[in-house]
Structures are given as structure tokens and as C-alpha cells.
């Protein structure tokens, strides 16, 4: 069935370092995917999507590159800021309704002055 | 335009109690998730509802847990004689539903704790 793996964490980096938080999934045809972010005490909201092979997409100095050929949907961003200390939750979206919606387990990331 | 509105933002009760959970989605959003989040944890899907048909129920831990959309829109969460691993943060979502790339929009969620 679909899945979603994530790089488990924690993952601790000092601020301007480079980020990349791995994700793959497993699915049949072409699945949108997600990125969202949880900062402290705040529920979930969505840091940005791609829904076909190539896409990237891109906010707050985030990317992702839907990477059919290798199933990935890694996130990246160049220099990171305290600010970006949260827990980062990959997703998939195969059709519509709750059976075809799948979270990974989220990765924590602390950013340290 | 509110986002999606979760009260209460933090609930304490005693264990066997009943407790009530409830979430005002976005307006026009046809689609409601509840989820629950247990600490250092992912999110274990809980009940879709999607328009008036009839709800996912299939994430349910057990016959305690019960969830109702009234009108399609305001919808509660209900944990009957509530147990301390119940304890958790309760998300609600809600998205405009039927549509594959839709995200879902959260809410702050409620800390429930059993004591």
C-alpha cells in the first residue's frame, strides 16, 4: 500500500547551515506531495506542495523537487534560521478521502544560534 | 477569512470522564479530519467526514471514541470514560475536499490529559 518514510530525527544544526530532510514514498501513479510545518504549540500548516513528477516547489527559502525516478520529496533550504526549529511532516495525497492521505512520522528539527 | 478553530485549546480530566472536543472548519470546506498526536509521535488518523456522505470511522482506537458533523461544518469529538493513554493532542482539519492536491488546513489542536 502507499506509504511515507521520513529521516527520523532529531536533527540539530547551527544557524546558517544547510538542511536536507529526506523523504520517500511508495504509491501507485502519480500522488501529490507535501511538506508541512509544526512549530511549537501551533497545530500543522502546509509549507508547500508539488503535484507531478518535476514540480518544485518552494516557499519561506524551502524547496522540494517531486522526484518520480527515485520516489523522493526531500526538503531543502540553504541556511537555516532559529525561527525554522519546528517538526517537519512529509505527506502524500493519492485520490481524495482520509484512505488516501498519508503522513510520515515527522522529523524535529532545533536550530542553534 | 478564520482559519480552523479547535476549542478547548487545553483540557484536563479525570480519568473515566467523558470529554468533548470541537472544531469549526474553514467555511466551504467540505472536508474534516480529526487526528490524534501523542507525544514525540506522528499523527494517527482518527474520522474523515467528506459532504453528507457517510463518515471514515476506520481510525477510531476504540468504541469510546465518537466524532459528529452537524450542518457539514462544526463538528465534535467525543472520548467516552476516557483512559490516561488517551491523553494526547487532538488535530482537526479541513480542506475543500475532492480535489487530490487539497491540503489540509489545521487547527491548534487540544491538549487533552487524563489524569
Known amino acids: 500500500g502507499d506509504s511515507v518514510t521520513q529521516m527520523e530525527g532529531p536533527v540539530t544544526l547551527s544557524e546558517e547551515a544547510f538542511l536536507t530532510i529526506n523523504c520517500t514514498y511508495t504509491?501507485?501513479?502519480?500522488?501529490?506531495l507535501f511538506w508541512y510545518v509544526q512549530y511549537p504549540g501551533e497545530g500543522l500548516q502546509l509549507l508547500l506542495k508539488?503535484?507531478?513528477?518535476?514540480d518544485k516547489g518552494s516557499n519561506k527559502g524551502f524547496e522540494a523537487t517531486y522526484r518520480k525516478e527515485t520516489t523522493s520529496f526531500h526538503l531543502e533550504k540553504g541556511s537555516v534560521q532559529v525561527s525554522d526549529s519546528a517538526v517537519y511532516f512529509c505527506?502524500?495525497?493519492?485520490?481524495?478521502?482520509?484512505?488516501?492521505?498519508?503522513f510520515g512520522t515527522g522529523t524535529r528539527l532545533t536550530v542553534i544560534p | 477569512g478564520a482559519g480552523v478553530s479547535q476549542s478547548p485549546s487545553n483540557k484536563v480530566t479525570e480519568k473515566g470522564k467523558d470529554v468533548e472536543l470541537r472544531c469549526d472548519p474553514i467555511?466551504?470546506?467540505?472536508?474534516l479530519y480529526w487526528y490524534r498526536q501523542s507525544l514525540g509521535q506522528g499523527l494517527e488518523f482518527l474520522i474523515y467526514?467528506?459532504?453528507?456522505?457517510?463518515?471514515?470511522k476506520s481510525g477510531l482506537p476504540s468504541d469510546r471514541f465518537s466524532a459528529e458533523r452537524t450542518g457539514g461544518s462544526v463538528s465534535t469529538l467525543t472520548i467516552q470514560r476516557t483512559q490516561q493513554e488517551d491523553s494526547a493532542v487532538y488535530l482537526c482539519a479541513s480542506s475543500l475536499g475532492g480535489r487530490r492536491a487539497s491540503p489540509l488546513h489545521f487547527g491548534n489542536g487540544t491538549r487533552l490529559t487524563v489524569t
Open positions: 504509491a501507485t501513479g502519480y500522488p501529490s
Open positions: 505527506a502524500l495525497s493519492h485520490g481524495t478521502g482520509a484512505n488516501n492521505l498519508f
Open positions: 467555511s466551504g470546506h467540505t472536508a
Open positions: 467526514f467528506q459532504g453528507n456522505s457517510a463518515p471514515d
Open positions: 508539488a503535484t507531478k513528477a518535476d
